[in-house]
């Protein structure tokens, strides 16, 4: 088993700040979708970038709910 390490405030922010530079392309788009990407697994075979699956299941559930809305809302209404 490897010895714990301690180290200083200063080299944590900088190794941070490594892996957050060699992780990303900078670009602001990535910075907003990066909460919602899969932190276990990255990159699928292609190199595309994997949503996290409560991501996808939210959506899936915004759609069902915005479908029975227009659906009973038109029934009830009428149309």
Known sequence: ????????LEEARVRLLTA???????????TLERPFLNP???RDDKGRRK???LLVV???LVALAGTS???FGLH???A
């Open 51 to 53: 949503l996290h699956t």
């Open 76 to 78: 009830i209404w009428g």
């Open 20 to 30: 957050f530079r060699k992780s990303r392309d900078g670009s602001f788009l990535e």
């Open 40 to 42: 276990v697994e990255q």
């Open 69 to 71: 809305a227009a659906v």
């Open 1 to 8: 088993m490897r010895e714990l390490e301690t180290i200083t």
């Open 58 to 60: 939210a959506v899936v």
